[in-house]
């Protein structure tokens, strides 16, 4: 296939005009999704005698601006997944190699991640039910135990964290069926490309603590992510909500928990998400079973068709790849003030011209002294002249004022995500490019291109400064980022 440096848009204008084969037996028919370094295709596997069978094609971007790394995690991946074998894991069927491009071969499942779902159930007034939020984290739960205790040919264990259990990785398919996916950042023994010092990799909101932190990871990383999805299918937000909730965890705190949850499944939430990871579930396994061991409680029909009834009442007759997002957002505001930051440094330079653009402030000028000086030159009579100098010097710093709205195609060039956080920087101020945009943990969306990072801690050590190169590879879910 030829490589398409410029993504698609998704929808019907994502469908391809010709027939596009990979390996030449897979057809390419539309664009899902696309991420940080891959885009997914509904697609069609040819086989001989007629066969066919629709299938996921997952295919890593023409440009790896990373040096290789990402084809190396793009083969991990594979590889990994390869090797798990379990019914709620989504499988992979092949892996190959199409002008440069790898690609995996993946079961396709006829759903949604269940984090689109929540959000167009709270949209429509049909919120997740909390017996279906514990179905769904047991069947994930055994899952993630499943990986954690594979083992390699020889009988040795591969050690597999999944590092990213979000709402986001849970796909449900519309007849009920719960699949873990993207072993994309996984940790296991073996891997070609191994996390590099100094990078945090996962979704923040659901990052266990010694995670966050560059600590020894373990199954019970995953049981914190798992407690986080839990309270965020129910109360619509991750226990760990913002940065300031992570600094308090590493600092030895709690999470707090959202009042509304039911108190026994406080409980399993609470001892999930433990700042001790001895503290938490030992296995997710161990998680799983306390979340069937409850579910009676909260649903006493069959949980797979309940699940099912839910999925079809919730979501809209079409594919994945086209659904719309509810127009209000599920989350609360944030207190940050990162982002605003970003927001007034990009439109600050914006303001003054739009203001004097359309005259509001030199058009008040203007008119009020030409009504009174307006009669002056009738009765005295002067010459004409005064009047044609007047309007003489306004064109002249017209253009000047036109000439600065240029900056507005900088904007355009894109922006990526950048992450600073570690126990080593922590409440330090960090600074961009010599302008300070608050404290460390932190996450910036920064204009694409080289920006200079530096960290002034609190005793008065500066870390940095330090060179980074931004690029719209770094998405929400694989951000470039800064651990110490």
């Not at 084969?21 to 997914?40: F, N």
């Not at 990799?201 to 373990?218: F, I, L, N, S, T």
């Not at 999470?255 to 001790?276: C, H, K």
């Not at 919730?314 to 957002?329: E, G, K, R």
Request: hydrophobic content about 40%; aromatic content about 6%.
């Amino acid at each position: 296939m030829a490589p398409h440096p410029n993504p698609l848009p998704t929808g019907e204008g994502a469908k391809l005009s010709a027939v596009t084969r990979l390996a030449g037996r897979y057809e390419l028919k539309e664009r899902l999704a696309e991420g940080g370094m891959a885009e997914v295709w509904l697609a069609t596997a040819h086989g001989d005698s007629g066969f066919t069978r629709r299938v996921a094609i997952k295919q890593l971007f023409p440009v790896d601006v990373d040096g290789g790394a990402f084809a190396r995690m793009f083969l991990d991946e594979a590889r990994i997944t390869s090797r798990l074998h379990h019914a709620a894991i989504v499988s992979i069927l092949d892996f190959g190699v199409e002008e440069g491009r790898p690609f995996q071969v993946l079961e396709l499942v006829d759903g949604f991640d269940i984090w689109r779902l929540v959000k167009w159930g709270r949209a429509q007034g049909k919120p997740l039910s909390s017996g279906l939020a514990l179905h769904v984290c047991a069947v994930v739960g055994h899952a993630l135990h499943f990986a954690h205790v594979a083992v390699d040919d020889s009988g040795q264990p591969l050690r597999i964290v999944h590092r990213d259990v979000s709402p986001q990785n849970v796909l449900i398919s519309r007849s009920g069926d719960v699949k873990l996916s993207d072993f994309g950042i996984a940790f296991s023994e073996g891997r070609a490309e191994q996390t590099v010092g100094g990078i945090a990799r996962g979704k923040p909101a659901y990052m266990a603590p010694e995670q966050a932190v560059r600590g020894a990871m373990d199954g019970r990383t995953d049981v914190f992510g798992l407690g986080c999805v839990l309270h965020a299918l129910i109360a619509g937000e991750s226990a760990l909500r913002d940065e300031n909730s992570l600094v308090d965890l590493l600092a030895g705190v709690e999470l707090p928990l959202d009042a509304s949850l039911p108190e026994p499944i406080r409980e399993i939430i609470a001892r999930a998400t433990r700042r001790n990871k001895a503290e938490r579930f030992e296995s997710a396994e161990e998680m799983a079973l306390a979340c069937t061991q409850l579910l009676p409680a909260f649903l006493t029909v069959d949980a797979r068709t309940a699940l099912s009834t839910w999925v079809k009442d919730v979501a809209p007759l079409i594919t994945p790849s086209v659904a719309p997002l509810p127009p209000t957002p599920l989350l609360k505001p944030k207190r940050r003030r990162w982002p605003w930051l970003v927001a007034f440094a990009m439109l600050a330079p914006l303001v003054p011209l739009s203001l004097k653009g359309e005259g509001r402030g030199e058009g008040l000028v203007a008119r009020l002294p030409s009504q009174p000086e307006a009669p002056k030159p009738i009765e005295v009579t002067p010459p004409p002249e005064p009047v044609v100098e007047t309007p003489k010097p306004e064109p002249k710093p017209e253009p000047k004022k036109k000439l600065p709205r240029a900056p507005p195609a900088a904007l355009e060039t894109g922006t990526g995500i950048f992450t600073v956080g570690g126990e080593l920087l922590l409440r330090g101020e960090l600074f961009v490019d010599g302008v300070s945009r608050g404290f460390v943990p932190a996450r910036l969306e920064l204009p694409v291109g080289p920006h200079r990072i530096e960290v002034r801690g609190r005793d008065g050590v500066k870390h940095g400064p330090r060179e980074i190169l931004i690029n719209r590879q770094h998405t929400q879910s694989s951000p470039l980022s800064w651990e110490e």
